[in-house]
């Protein structure tokens, strides 16, 4: 399974756009690549994936350099309630899903 | 998104009995699911994995005789933990996968032993 490598916290005001850069450096041919959030006391809720280039769908974009060895997943004009920790994962198919450390991002007025 | 429900949601029982929960995927089958214990602050830590009609698959130092999992349909996953003790009280979430599809997550149980 490839290791996943990022920020440990960040803060943001509201309304600004956020980035959050996940290093992975062993990261597969197969391997997808997929974000997570979790609220404290909830289960994680899937946020996005993506295999390669840009993916983008109603409430983030994932990049991902053609080298995929990092991938930065981007949230336009955060709000309060976007204050959470987010992980980012690398696998998939039929492999286990496990966590890193993830980013816990703190949203300020 | 497809829909993961844990039941209960919360739990507190005495030191030595033990506690049952349950993890249902309502929307789809579930070849997979996979069981995670969080510990504040911290990250979700994988326990084991599940394949519907197989034994699970343990992560190492997880015991599995104290943690007790069966994935007796497509649907339904339950996790048993066995003469539960204080340093078990922690936060359980199951999830849970079709095929290579992305995995989805149950609301989580918090479990706490006294």
């Known amino acids: 399974l490839a290791k996943t490598t990022q920020p440990i916290s960040m803060d943001s005001y509201e309304g600004q756009e956020v980035n959050i850069t996940c290093s992975h450096n062993?990261?597969?041919?197969?391997?997808?690549i997929t974000w997570y959030q979790q609220f404290p006391s909830q289960g994680p809720r899937f946020i996005i994936q993506g295999y390669k280039t840009k993916v983008t769908n109603e409430v983030a974009s994932l990049f991902i350099p053609a080298d995929r060895k990092s991938s930065t997943l981007s949230l336009p004009r955060v709000s309060l309630s976007d204050t959470a920790v987010y992980y980012c994962?690398?696998?998939?198919?039929?492999?286990?899903?496990?966590f890193g450390t993830g980013t816990k991002l703190q949203v300020i007025p | 998104g497809a829909v993961v429900s844990q039941h209960p949601s919360w739990v507190i029982c005495k030191s030595g009995t033990s506690v049952k929960i349950e993890c249902r995927s309502l929307d789809f089958q579930a070849t997979t699911m996979f069981w995670y214990r969080q510990f504040p602050k911290q990250s979700l830590m994988l326990m084991a994995t599940s394949n519907e009609g197989s034994k699970a698959t343990y992560e190492q130092g997880v015991e599995k005789d104290k943690f007790l999992i069966n994935h007796a349909s497509l649907t339904l996953s339950t996790l048993t933990v066995t003469s539960a003790h204080p340093e078990d009280s922690s936060f359980y979430i199951c999830s849970a996968k079709r095929g290579v599809a992305e995995a989805f997550f149950g609301q989580g149980t918090r479990l706490t032993v006294v």
């Open positions: 994962l690398v696998g998939g198919g039929y492999q286990k899903v496990t």
């Open positions: 062993n990261i597969a041919t197969n391997d997808y």
